[in-house]
C-alpha cells in the first residue's frame, strides 16, 4: 500500500504571485492541515526575512505557522554558523539581515570570510557587485541563497540573484555554494524538520527546474502548478516531466494522492 505523503509547497506563484493570493490556495492550506498531513513552505525568496514573509502570508488569509516556513535565508544562515566562520559580507535586501543576526552571524565590509549574494532587487550596485569580487579575490567565499534566473513579480518578469552570482562566478573563476532550491540539502534539511521521506513526498511549484527537477532528483515527486512562472506549453515542450500538472494548488483536493506511485 503507498503510504501517506507529506508535503514541500512552495509559496511564490503557488500561494501568491505578487501582492495577490491565488484563488483557492488558502483553502488548500486549510485541507492540507485539516487531514493532518505533514507539509512545510519552502521559498528561495531571499527580499525579506522569514518574520515578514510570515506577516504577509497572514495577512493575504494563510493559515501558516512561522515555523512551518523553510526558507533559504535561513537555511543559508544555518549553514554558516556551521561553518564556524561568522564574518559575511551580504549583497541582500530589505530586513534580510534579520534571518542572519538571529544566528549570530556578523555583518562587516572588513575581510569577510563569506560573500553572500541573494535576490538583493535595487541593492545590486556597481559598488557592492565590485566590492564582492574583491573580496572573493581575496579568500571570501562565495554563497548563493538562490540562483533562479527569474521570476514572476507584480509587474512581470524580474532578474533574481543567479545572474549576478553567474557575474562573480565569471569574473573571479570561483563557483557558489548554493542553498536555496534545487539543492538537494536544502530540500532533505526541509524534510528533516517534519521528519518525512523523500519517496512519500510530493513537492508543488512553479518552477519546472527549482522544483520539479530538483524534487525528483532529490526522489520526492513534484506536481507543477501553472498559476506562477510555467504553463502546460512550458511542461509539454520541457525534458523534465512533472508527475503530475494542475491549474493551481487548489487541484490538490481532487487528487487521489496516494495511488501515484510511479
Ligand atoms: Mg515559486
Redesign the pocket.
Given at each position: 500500500m503507498a503510504s501517506r505523503p507529506s508535503f514541500l509547497v512552495?509559496?511564490?506563484?503557488?500561494l501568491y504571485t505578487g501582492n495577490k493570493p491565488i484563488a483557492g490556495a488558502a483553502e488548500a492550506v486549510d485541507f492540507l492541515r485539516d487531514n493532518d498531513y505533514s507539509f512545510r513552505f519552502i521559498?528561495?525568496a531571499t527580499q525579506s526575512c522569514r518574520a515578514t514573509l510570515h506577516k504577509k502570508l497572514k495577512s493575504l488569509g494563510f493559515d501558516i505557522r512561522e515555523k512551518e516556513l523553510f526558507t533559504a535565508p535561513v537555511a543559508t544562515a544555518r549553514y554558516i554558523k556551521k561553518t564556524g566562520m561568522k564574518r559575511c559580507f551580504l549583497i541582500t535586501t530589505g530586513d534580510v539581515y534579520k534571518d542572519f543576526k538571529k544566528e549570530g552571524i556578523v555583518q562587516t565590509d572588513k575581510r569577510p570570510d563569506h560573500v553572500v549574494i541573494g535576490d538583493a532587487g535595487k541593492g545590486f550596485t556597481y559598488e557592492r557587485m565590485n566590492a564582492a569580487f574583491n573580496y572573493i579575490l581575496e579568500g571570501a567565499d562565495l554563497i548563493a541563497m538562490e540562483k533562479d534566473r527569474y521570476?514572476r513579480s507584480s509587474r512581470g518578469l524580474a532578474l533574481c540573484g543567479g545572474p549576478y552570482t553567474a557575474a562573480l562566478e565569471y569574473a573571479t573563476g570561483i563557483k557558489a555554494t548554493l542553498i536555496g532550491k534545487p539543492s538537494r540539502d536544502f530540500l532533505l534539511l526541509a524534510l528533516a524538520d517534519m521528519n518525512a521521506k523523500p519517496k512519500n513526498t510530493i513537492l508543488i511549484?512553479?518552477?519546472l527546474i527549482?522544483?520539479i527537477a530538483g524534487a525528483q532528483r532529490a526522489g520526492m515527486r513534484g506536481f507543477l502548478v501553472t498559476s506562477?512562472?510555467h504553463d502546460r506549453k512550458d511542461a509539454k515542450r520541457s525534458v523534465i516531466k512533472p508527475d503530475e500538472v494542475l491549474d493551481s494548488i487548489a487541484g490538490l483536493r481532487g487528487l487521489d494522492l496516494y495511488n501515484k506511485k510511479k
Open positions: 512552495d509559496i511564490n506563484g503557488v521559498s528561495n521570476w511549484g512553479d518552477d527549482t522544483d506562477g512562472k
